[in-house]
Nanobody, 116 residues
Framework: QVQFVESGGGLVQVGGSLRLSCGASGFTFSSYPMRWYRQAPGKERELVAHIISAGGTTVYADSVKGRFTVSRDDAKNTMWLQMNSLKPEDTAVYYC?????????WGQGTQVTVSS
């Protein structure tokens, strides 16, 4: 059974940093590109970052480019999202999923709240 567990969220002030983790199980993690998504209250879920493979191609939403860094360790079945220079508009629940995402794989997410 595929499972994703997101963690590392919290309350941070504007300009602060957080590092999110995505633990994966139930499939061959190294075989799949992975994505981070986020969903703010009242908004659609949006793609934040995408990573093909460890040390490989990464793609970011324009809104986070230069501030967020996605990485992964296939030996640990884990993906991370380093978030720096956080802004109030980064407030959302953050989720991970494979690429392309599968509805049945969405986890609980981790809440990030940036206070001004």
């Amino acid at each position: 059974q595929v499972q994703f567990v997101e963690s590392g969220g919290g309350l941070v002030q504007v300009g602060g940093s957080l590092r999110l983790s995505c633990g994966a199980s139930g499939f061959t993690f190294s075989s799949y590109p992975m994505r981070w998504y986020r969903q703010a209250p009242g908004k659609e879920r949006e793609l934040v970052a995408h990573i093909i493979s460890a040390g490989g191609t990464t793609v970011y939403a324009d809104s986070v480019k230069g501030r967020f860094t996605v990485s992964r360790d296939d030996a640990k079945n884990t993906m991370w999202l380093q978030m720096n220079s956080l802004k109030p508009e980064d407030t959302a629940v953050y989720y991970c999923n494979i690429d392309p995402p599968k509805r049945e794989y969405w986890g609980q997410g981790t809440q990030v709240t940036v206070s001004s």
